[in-house]
């Protein structure tokens, strides 16, 4: 089954080190960003759910990132959206050893193939 919902890939830029979104038809992707990922050549759109990998994760929503600071800078600047993170169950934080960054903000759910937390 189809679900006709529109889809997005993210674009990152290096200089400004931003990331912004693009409708993807999901064809195969065309063309690298700057980062050289995979992306397309769609109009710039904000999704509504974002999916966010993770390095690490705590119950509580608080990521760690790839270093970059992309999902950060874009989350911040657009707190409307439904941020989701996706990682392995084996990259769970204790909360009492993840020390919370004031850029930090916790995501709405994190998916592991083994359980979903927050919510």
């Given at each position: 089954?189809t679900?006709?919902?529109?889809?997005?890939l993210?674009?990152?830029?290096?200089?400004p080190r931003?990331?912004?979104?693009r409708?993807?038809?999901?064809?195969?992707?065309?063309?690298?960003?700057?980062?050289g990922?995979?992306?397309?050549?769609g109009?710039?759109?904000?999704?509504?759910v974002v999916?966010?990998?993770?390095?690490?994760?705590?119950?509580e929503?608080?990521?760690?990132?790839?270093?970059?600071?992309?999902?950060?800078?874009?989350l911040?600047?657009?707190?409307?959206?439904?941020?989701?993170?996706?990682?392995?169950?084996?990259a769970e934080i204790?909360?009492d050893?993840f020390d919370?960054?004031?850029?930090d903000?916790?995501?709405?759910?994190v998916v592991?193939?083994?359980?979903?937390?927050?919510g």
């Amino acid at each position: 089954m189809t679900i006709g919902l529109p889809w997005a890939l993210p674009f990152t830029r290096r200089e400004p080190r931003e990331m912004h979104y693009r409708r993807w038809d999901r064809t195969p992707a065309t063309l690298l960003d700057e980062c050289g990922i995979p992306a397309c050549e769609g109009a710039p759109v904000v999704p509504d759910v974002v999916l966010v990998p993770c390095v690490g994760f705590t119950r509580e929503g608080y990521r760690l990132g790839y270093g970059g600071g992309y999902f950060d800078r874009y989350l911040a600047a657009h707190p409307h959206v439904t941020a989701v993170g996706v990682a392995w169950s084996g990259a769970e934080i204790a909360a009492d050893e993840f020390d919370v960054q004031p850029h930090d903000r916790p995501l709405m759910l994190v998916v592991t193939e083994q359980a979903v937390f927050g919510g």
